[in-house]
């Protein structure tokens, strides 16, 4: 089975050597749980955007949006709602691209991301349970899919049905997008003035939920 | 100087933070009516208010009208007492 | 431009895929426009007066071309049939997932024929189809019989997702649904009882297949600007937080609203007339269908603090009531609560029932109760026990909704083809003539928005190609009064933004039946182009993603030309049932009564019905007196095998 050409949206590629020090990615992407309103048009404009073959399949994308009856939060007590699976960009390099057997991951010298290099990758999946958090999926075809933060203006974040609208200068949230691209002192800065972003999708939560470390850790 | 009624209807009764107000206005138009009120109610009534493009009322998904349910724009002459409603232009659904 | 369509033989048992050429393409659009053109080759073969609830009606669905590829416009799924309840054209749209995930199943188009010996589902992933034994899931509601399905066919490839029918449409009662997700309802015309006579109850998609888009790089730029001018638009803003209920205050304060059966244009009760409601119990987010920009929907959940009647639904949770279902439950029927509109709007979907027909058959009754025009003994005869039919009473409202539903009792019976075949059953079995009460266009409920004051959207309730019918032709210039529009569009003259004149009004209705037909048949929400009709033009602005995604070249005139072709062919279908120009009508309260509330008090239909619909005919080159198509204008649009087959059923006009 040929692999579908993906086009990454990277602006350069730099590799490290074994042992030499990644610099971490800068602005990253957060998501709010619970906010989601399950438009797809992230994962949508995600496989557009990466689409290199004149096809567009959501199953390409690399993020995606589940439903996520079970968790509740304080502004959804009853717990309806979806979330988006984002990627975190862990610490580099990341633990995706540690268990990489043929070192196929390179990096954006702009954002920093990790990014699959398509023509190294052998498909070995080991990617894949490596991930903490479930976010580097496999296409229809077997390749493997990571964000690659589109080069520093991620394209889902800009399709959101909730972000916020450009009349609205300077940030002023009203309501809060599910899909922020900051830095993580931003990020910080935003969920101490508006509660509900207290109710970010982040690292710890992540690995709560799934049972990875208790919260007495 | 004339008194003007405004009732704000849905959206703009969020954007106003009142559903109905008076204006005293110098000259009796539609246009100065508009003026006073994104004064009164910053960027965002202003934003859905007037059409940058054009400086008319924005016509987009909105209804602006008189009491006797006519549309109104900006060069329209207004009279003391009358009562203008600003409303969200949707049917349907 | 190709397309996969698998046409499936229910009674054989036979399914086939094929492909939809490009050429279909380059005369249809997409969407219903295929849609159309399937089931008119159909009933080439097959009797087109053949019993609508029998094997030789046909099911199709279809969704558009520009569906789930970046057009941030939702997404529209069609199914067109031969209509149960009015016996003519019948089509609708929803929204949902499904639609949406039918795109990566492997086919875009479903045509289905026949009648199963017994009840089954048709499951389609990835290209792959079966029919599966329906036994189970046969006398369910849509909301189980969706979960049951998701339970049974697991997460891999895809998200299951399905379109169902209710007990309502198992019962083939005419206005019944097919419901998407259990979530939106394709609702007009009796799509499920066309389902439930054909023994399908439910159609599954599952799949990962991909979309060609043929130039996803101008998709992605001009998903880019639409995304940046809904953005830079406060208006649009405020449609998304409120979502269509911002026309509650508007109709307030314009008298606008269809109350009790259209007797007043405003409702009564305080809490129910503002749309401080959506503030205060609109609690989570999801939205209606997939790859939206604006995602104007939201999901409410009763916690029994919001009032008195909430007590009754505790931890009931459902879409937020969008207009129509408040227009329906406050207006036609006098609801006053917000709990209780939000219930009704749960059940008629559960039900998969049109809400239009539904309250405007309900409130008919009411109305004749209040007017004592019936008696006690009259009504239970009707239901076989006593009951009271108050204004506003959801137990009463319940009962004859589950009358219809279940076909329990005589009412049930006599309407479950919506008001106007019900009244005039009911006339006919009192001996009496109630057609006074009965509110409808061309055989169709009417939607439940006041009409006479608009001479564009009364025109529209007459010629509509599925009866009385706003969504064939939103008549947004007059409505709204946008005299930029008007001159946009008819050469710098303004009459069409003016409301108290006929001029260029029945030119109005044509026009948005044009551009409305071109957006169903893209596949995307109306309510975009509705939010900036004069930005977003179906012809010019949407053409351009049309022509990044199909590769099919068009330029704006050329669209609108498609567009009125589309409309063309749902009109020959009606003319080929023997509709004619004295179908094209409306009921005598809009035509006689003035309406008695609001800005626009005293506005009688009649006084410019003839003069609006004869212009209609004019601008669509039909003839005036028998409202047949010529064969020139026919010819003028590529259809001259549309006019052969009309000439030999004697439905084209002699001149």
Known sequence: MTAIPQKEMVTGSIRYQPGEEVPNVGTKLFALRNQCTECNACEVACALVHSQDGMVNPQMARLRIDHAPEKSSRTNPLGIGFVAEICHHCGNPPPCADVCPTDAFYYDPVTRAAVIEQDNCIQCMECVPGCPFDVVFVAPKGELLKCDLCGGDPVCVKACATRPEMVNEGKQYVRLPVLFFEAQQEFNRLSKQIPEAQDEIGLMQAMLERGEISSSA | MIKVHTQFLSHFKELAATDEDVFELDRPLVSELATRICDRYGPRMQAVLIDPDTQELNARGTMFVDAKGRRICMADPLEDGDVITFMMGIAGG | ?655
């Open chain 3, 1 to 655: 431009m190709e397309s996969r369509l698998l046409r499936v033989n229910l009674t054989t048992g036979e399914m086939k895929g094929e492909t939809i050429p490009h050429s279909i393409f380059e005369r249809w659009i997409g969407g219903s426009g295929v849609n159309n053109w399937i089931m008119w080759e159909h009933f080439l073969t097959h009797d087109i007066n053949c019993d609508p609830r029998g094997p030789d009606n046909i099911f199709v669905f279809g969704v558009g071309p520009l569906a789930g590829t970046g057009a941030g416009s939702g997404i529209k799924g069609r199914i067109t049939f031969k209509s149960p309840c009015y016996n003519m054209f019948g089509d609708s749209a929803g929204g949902g997932k499904f639609p949406y995930y039918a795109r990566f199943s492997g086919y875009e188009y479903i045509a289905i024929t026949g009648k199963a010996p017994k009840p089954v589902y048709l499951l389609i992933c990835n290209g792959e189809v079966a029919l599966i034994d329906a036994a189970h899931l046969w006398g369910k509601g849509t909301e189980d019989t969706h979960a049951i399905l998701q339970e049974e066919l697991g997460d891999y490839p895809s998200k299951v997702h399905t379109l169902s029918i209710s007990q309502a449409g198992e019962n083939q009662v005419g206005i019944a649904g097919v419901v998407s997700d259990a979530l939106r309802i394709h609702a007009r015309g009796g799509g499920g009882a066309v389902l439930g006579s054909k023994n399908l109850k439910a159609i599954a998609v599952q799949g990962n297949g991909g979309l060609p888009v043929a130039r996803p790089g101008e998709m992605l730029a001009w998903s880019d600007d639409f995304r940046k001018k809904i953005d830079g638009n406060e208006a649009i803003y405020g449609f998304k937080r409120r979502g269509t209920l911002g026309a509650v205050e508007m109709y307030q304060h314009i008298g606008s609203h269809f109350w009790r059966n259209n007797q007043g244009n405003k409702f009564r009760g305080d809490e129910i007339r503002s749309d401080n409601w959506v503030k205060k119990f609109q609690k989570y987010s999801e939205v209606c269908s997939s790859d939206c920009f604006i995602a104007c929907d939201s999901k409410y959940v009763i916690d029994g603090t919001e009032s008195e009647p909430s007590k009754k639904y505790i931890g009931e949770t459902f879409r937020r009531p969008e207009y129509l279902t408040t227009g329906s439950a406050a207006g036609a029927l006098d609801v006053r609560d917000w709990s209780e509109v939000a219930h009704w709007g749960k059940i008629t979907n559960d039900y998969a029932i049109d809400n239009q027909d539904l309250s405007c058959s309900i409130s008919f009754l009411m109305e004749l109760k209040q007017r004592d025009l019936i008696s006690n003994h009259d009504v239970a005869e009707l239901f076989g026990h006593e009951q009271s039919l108050r204004w506003g009473n959801m137990d009463d409202i319940e009962a004859c909704v589950e009358s219809i539903v279940f076909q329990k009792n005589l009412f049930g019976v006599m309407f479950r083809d919506g008001p106007y075949f019900g009244a005039l059953k009911y006339s006919e079995m009192k001996g009496k003539n109630f057609m006074k009460y009965a509110m409808y266009g061309k055989g169709g409920a009417s939607f439940t928005e006041e009409v006479r004051p608009y001479p564009t959207w009364m025109n529209n309730m007459a010629v509509a190609s599925r009866g009385a019918d706003h969504l064939k032709g939103i008549g947004l210039i007059e409505k709204f009064q946008r005299e930029d529009l008007s001159k946009m569009y008819f050469n710098g003259r303004t009459e069409a933004a003016d409301l108290t004149i006929p001029d260029l009004k029945g030119a109005c209705t044509a026009l948005a039946e044009n551009q409305v037909a071109l957006l169903n048949s893209y596949g995307v929400c109306l309510f975009h182009w509705m939010l900036d009709p004069a930005e977003f033009t179906p012809q010019d602005y949407y053409g351009k993603a049309y022509a990044a995604v199909t590769g099919i070249e068009r330029t704006p005139e050329e669209l609108m030309r498609d567009g009125e072709r589309i409309c063309n062919l749902e009109k020959a279908f009606n003319s080929r049932v023997g509709m004619r120009r004295e179908h094209d009508m409306v009921c005598e309260r809009w035509m006689w009564e003035p309406n008695s509330e609001g800005l626009y008090e005293g506005a009688v239909g009649a006084d410019m019905f003839n003069t609006v619909l004869d212009e209609y005919y004019e601008w669509r080159g039909w003839e005036k007196e028998s409202g047949l198509q010529t064969r020139a204008r026919l010819e003028e649009l590529g259809m001259e095998d549309v006019a052969d087959v009309l000439a030999k059923d004697g439905a084209l006009a002699l001149t």
